[in-house]
């Protein structure tokens, strides 16, 4: 399982989300987010990157999607 929060105190300069897709079925349809878990990145509030997948995702994959996301 990922360490939500070791993964969020290593990027202090990024402000993590966290949606319950049931919760807030509204607004993951207004953003497209229908596979769980899934990851969007935002700028400036346009969106600039995305990791979707239906997989679970491992901490090198999230970290790896973080660091091509803060290149952007």
């Known amino acids: 399982m990922i360490r939500q929060c070791r993964i969020e105190a290593d990027y202090p300069e990024i402000d993590f989300i966290h949606a319950d897709r049931d919760a807030l079925i509204d607004v993951c349809q207004q953003?497209?987010?229908f596979g769980i878990p899934s990851f969007v990145g935002f700028k400036n509030g346009e969106e600039v990157d995305r990791f979707v997948d239906?997989?679970?995702?491992?901490e090198e994959e999230v970290t790896s999607f973080i660091d091509r996301y803060l290149e952007k």
């Open 54 to 58: 239906k997989k679970r995702k491992t």
């Open 31 to 33: 953003y497209d987010i």
